[in-house]
């Protein structure tokens, strides 16, 4: 055990061995995206046994999933200020039949899945910070958990979330890859673009000047548009490209799907207009045609230093003998979502490494770290004015 001292001068411990326990059974239950059922179930009746009232969403419905979001309140005593923490319950592929082995201080996968420590290292540091709290009746302001499903894959449980099921006023994700000690400040908005390309059919053989390639159409734009890095704040990538039925047909119909990114808004409306008019010139030019969809998927995070959400996370992480830290992401998460629905929230660091890899681990110092941080979050919270 881990024993934590108050600045009231009392002490109370992060039970390790439990942590690590409920940990390694967590990574056990297969809960791939949209596939989250028995995790649910798991994770409902711990919060249900602690007390905490548990309500299901209708997200699973609405996302062709089996489970929903869980939103589970845990009363305070009216003092500070009311927050919530959040994690999901999904893992990517291949998280069917995780075999973890503890090397030390290290948990890892076997080597043929990932480990699921994404994001079920979250899950059990929430559940070990609560259990804490009501076996040393710990004061706390009001706590909500919010345990989303199907984050990833386009982090589609938060966006069945509206804003006036929660009460609180901010919160923390439990879900960024950074060290313990790390606090997610920046992170990009994203679109996704697809594009239909159509041409026209003809023998490549006996008279293909008659046809209209759709796979040159999108290879000569996608050669023109700008990819990759565009500058410190931009990126942008067409990831699938799908067209054509025989070597002796030119192709009449080729589907795109790409995105971008950005920590500006204004630099990624630019981007997503320049990958967009580059579609329709080019297929312009060939006498092709082609079909757009754009889509926002997330906005921009973009908190000040100042802000009570960022200076909780930074006091709490200090009290725990913590250098924290201020980070931009170009990934994106719950986070963005919440941000989206007027609710001010950090995403903390927990430590993962090699993450959607079999190469997945985590380490137990910091679960344990991680739990006292959750802590030490919940009483700056509280003394909050």
């Known amino acids: 055990m881990a ?47 602690l007390g905490l009232t548990v309500e299901e969403d209708e997200a699973g419905k609405a996302i062709n999933g089996t489970a929903g979001n869980l939103i589970a309140r845990l009363p305070g005593d009216g003092q500070g200020m009311p927050i919530f923490f959040s994690a999901h319950l999904d893992t990517v592929e291949p998280g069917r039949g995780i075999r973890p082995l503890i090397e030390g201080d290290i948990i890892r996968s076997a080597g043929d899945t990932i480990l699921g420590g994404d994001d079920k290292a979250g899950l059990a540091v929430i559940l070990e910070a609560i259990r804490i709290i009501k076996e040393n009746n710990l004061p706390h302001g009001e706590i909500e958990l919010v345990i989303t499903v199907a984050e ?36 990009p908005a994203q679109t996704k673009i697809e594009a239909t390309i159509r041409g026209k059919a003809a023998h490549a053989g006996v008279e293909p000047e008659k046809g209209i390639s759709a796979i040159q159409v999108a290879a000569r734009a996608i050669d023109r548009m700008p990819l ?16 054509g039925k025989a070597t002796n047909i030119i192709p009449d119909m080729v589907n795109l799907k790409g995105e971008a990114r950005s920590l500006d808004p204004r630099k990624l409306h630019a981007q997503t207009k320049q990958m967009t008019t580059i579609l329709e010139q080019t297929a312009q030019e060939f006498g092709a045609y082609v079909q757009l969809t754009v889509e926002d998927l997330y906005p921009e995070i973009n908190l000040k230093p100042e802000e009570p959400v960022v200076q909780i996370a930074r006091q709490a992480i200090q009290a725990c003998g913590l250098t924290p830290s201020l980070d931009s ?8 979502i919440f941000i989206g629905l007027g609710l001010p929230t950090a995403n903390l660091g927990i430590g993962m490494q090699n993450v959607h890899s079999v190469e997945e681990k985590m380490a137990i110092s910091d679960l344990v770290k991680l739990t006292e941080v959750v802590l030490a979050i919940v009483k700056t919270a509280h003394d909050w004015r």
């Open 3 to 49: 024993t934590i001292i108050g600045k009231d001068g009392g002490s109370f411990m992060v039970n390790t061995s439990r942590l690590v326990h409920e940990f390694l059974t967590m990574v056990q239950i297969d809960s791939p995206s949209r596939q989250e059922r028995a995790m649910a179930d798991w994770y409902k009746a711990r919060l249900i046994e």
């Open 152 to 187: 990833e894959c386009g982090l589609l449980g938060a966006k069945q979330l509206h804003r006036q099921q929660l009460q609180s006023i901010a919160g923390f994700v439990l879900d960024a890859g950074g060290p313990v000690g790390s606090i997610v400040v920046r992170g």
């Open 228 to 243: 990759g890095r565009i500058d410190a704040e931009t990126t942008a990538n067409i990831g699938v490209i799908e067209g």
């Open 329 to 336: 992401t170009g990934g994106g998460s719950d986070a963005n």
